[in-house]
T-cell receptor
């Protein structure tokens, strides 16, 4: 099965600016996830999204983060006011189409650099 | 969620078989064991998943003992391109909150 497509591949922003990262999955997928990975560190769960609602979120996913699927296709992660420590790779993932086997398919990631 | 413990790093040489063992002592009845591979600056990639006994696919084998408190990922005849971080994950098939541990950094030398 094809993976998800993420845009942009790299974004540089100033501290305090809003950033929107996009994930374009195949339309019949129901389960989506956002993860982040700070350089040299482990992959961290941010949020899971099922049937257009947040299913679970981590303590990292505070009020400055939001997710939505505004048009039924793109799945977005918004960071309202970026901080230096938000610099990381952000990965979108989906589960397989149909029944959820728990297997995750990751995108290539969006590298966010906050200056 | 069951916590997993893996070696931080392992070294190997091309052509050797590599076995990476993961401990998950408090695995639940509904939990599956899944392994991912990650190259630098790329997203994790699914390798293999199992529930018990042995699972084999075109890239790896997964051995799970009867008590399911550990599992071993076996990579046959590794090459330089198998140098990566390997993650062992345990969770139910809902996958709502798949948590990655620190993983095992495998270095394959020529």
């Amino acid at each position: 099965e094809p993976e998800v497509t993420q845009t942009p591949s790299h974004q540089v922003t100033q501290m305090g600016q809003e950033v929107i990262l996009r994930c374009v999955p195949i339309s019949n997928h129901l389960y989506f996830y956002w993860y982040r990975q700070i350089l040299g560190q482990k992959v961290e769960f941010l949020v899971s999204f099922y049937n257009n609602e947040i299913s679970e979120k981590s303590e990292i996913f505070d009020d400055q983060f939001s997710v939505e699927r505004p048009d039924g296709s793109n799945f977005t992660l918004k960071i309202r006011s970026t901080k230096l420590e938000d610099s990381a790779m952000y990965f979108c993932a989906r589960t397989g189409a149909g029944s959820n086997t728990g297997e995750l398919f990751f995108g290539e990631g969006s590298r966010l650099t906050v200056l | 969620l069951a916590k997993t413990t893996q070696p931080i790093s392992m070294d190997s040489y091309e052509g050797q078989e590599v076995n990476i063992t993961c401990s998950h002592n408090n695995i639940a009845t509904n939990d599956y064991i899944t392994w991912y591979q990650q190259f630098p600056s790329q997203g994790p990639r699914f390798i293999i998943q199992g529930y018990k006994t042995k699972v084999t696919n075109e890239v790896a084998s997964l051995f799970i003992p009867a008590d399911r408190k550990s599992s071993t990922l076996s990579l046959p005849r590794v090459s330089l391109s198998d140098t990566a971080v390997y993650y062992c994950l345990v969770g139910d098939t809902k996958g709502f909150k798949t948590i990655f541990g620190a993983g095992t950094r495998l270095f394959v030398k020529a």
